[in-house]
């Protein structure tokens, strides 16, 4: 299993500028979520989804659209970026739907916007 | 409003010695809490999962207590190894939330 992975590793964008990240688990895990990691705070949930065709907003959804049409693929979408949206992003999966078990996180994406 | 403190900050310890970091937290309803590893430019890995009812988890040389009543929770390392210098992360989840509260972390270096 390749567990969670996540493309690409490192990005640069400018302002007003759109993308998207990508994620995916090989483990049939129903939970997916996005968390945005910033110095000096803790992973901060930017939308969650507990099954295909089901998303929810976390603690900081604005700027961020998610989809969830497979159990497999969990895309997150800056629709204009900022430069408040610098961060590392990870991007886990978790066998429990409740999201209150173990979660599995991929190796993050560092997010530069300029 | 939910927090997690996590005490110390950052922590220097020597090779084979041990440490305990701190964990405070007033999430309500309590759910669960887990302890994570996170190593410089990675994800965070799994350490403890422990729910109310549990008082002492152990993975390897990571031993994690619970006291659910003071609201408070410790990570026992034993024997520090290098490969130990990392990001300790405490998270708690509340019944009926799917949003976790993340604490900030405890960065400890293991010397050789």
Known sequence: NAGVTQTPKFQVLKTGQSMTLQCAQDMNHEYMSWYRQDPGMGLRLIHYSVGAGITDQGEVPNGYNVSRSTTEDFPLRLLSAAPSQTSVYFCASSYDSSGLGEQYFGPGTRLTVT | ?112
């Not at chain 2, 110390?8 to 041990?18: F, T, V």
């Not at chain 2, 937290?25 to 403890?48: A, C, E, H, I, M």
């Open chain 2, 1 to 112: 409003k939910n927090q997690v403190e996590q005490s110390p900050q950052s922590l220097i310890i020597l090779e084979g010695k041990n440490c305990t970091l701190q964990c405070n937290y007033t999430v309500s309803p309590f759910s669960n809490l887990r302890w994570y590893k996170q190593d410089t430019g990675r994800g965070p890995v799994s350490l403890t999962i422990m729910t109310f009812s549990e008082n002492t988890k152990s993975n390897g040389r990571y031993t994690a207590t619970l006291d659910a009543d003071t609201k408070q929770s410790s990570l026992h390392i034993t024997a520090s190894q290098l490969s130990d210098s990392a990001s300790y992360i405490c998270v708690v989840s509340a019944g009926g939330s799917y949003i976790p509260t993340f604490g900030r972390g405890t960065s400890l270096i293991v010397h050789p």
